[in-house]
């Protein structure tokens, strides 16, 4: 039997010119993909934890729903931070990254956004997925931006999927908080 996988796409980043940190995801979920939505599914804690972050609502994912989609995205815009993905497109069945085709991956120009955003001082990688392949496909980016003196912060946190079951939302964003504001 012969299984045909689809290429999924990320979405363009979500930015401002003055981004300070840019938050890269591996590549949307099913649910956001659906929902032609960063971190669209329900008990993602992304939106929860940025918004407490922010100052914005209060940690829960009630909270954080309680706002439509634009207003979160308005807000964490605002805030100073980005959002995208290291994958432009890859093969994936289901939304597990451990599930992602090696061979298909495609990365986003991450050097060319670190270019265009003379402001951004910090990557903050959402799970070990995303780090591993923001180290895999743009080393050597982040590594001439260190040559031509321009420092920028990568900050490794614990990915905000509900299969990352192994902390729980207010641990989340402690972490979450410590990698962004400490």
């Keep these: ?90 093969e994936r069945p289901g939304s597990l990254d451990s599930r992602i085709v090696r061979s298909s991956e495609q990365a986003n120009d991450i050097g060319d956004y670190i270019q265009n955003h003379p402001a951004l001082s910090c990557i903050a990688c959402n799970g070990k997925s995303a780090e591993k392949l923001l180290v895999r496909h743009c080393q050597s980016v982040l590594d001439e931006q260190q040559r031509q003196g321009r420092q920028i912060r990568l900050v490794s946190l614990p990915s905000s999927s509900p299969a990352m079951a192994s902390l729980s939302l207010t641990e989340k964003h402690q972490r979450w908080a410590e990698g962004l504001l400490g």
Excluded at 30 to 59: D, G, T
Aim: with cysteine; proline share 4%; glycine share 4%.
């Design 1 to 90: 039997m012969l299984i045909i996988m689809m290429a999924s796409h990320s979405f363009s980043p979500l930015s401002s010119s003055t981004a300070h940190t840019l938050v890269l995801g591996t590549m949307p979920g099913q649910a956001s993909l659906v929902a032609h939505q960063y971190y669209a599914h329900p008990r993602n804690a992304f939106w929860p934890i940025m918004l407490a972050i922010l100052k914005v609502s209060e940690l829960s994912y009630i909270s954080a729903h309680a706002l439509d989609y634009s207003q979160r995205c308005s807000l964490l815009v605002q805030g100073g931070y980005a959002l995208w993905d290291v994958l432009a497109s890859c």
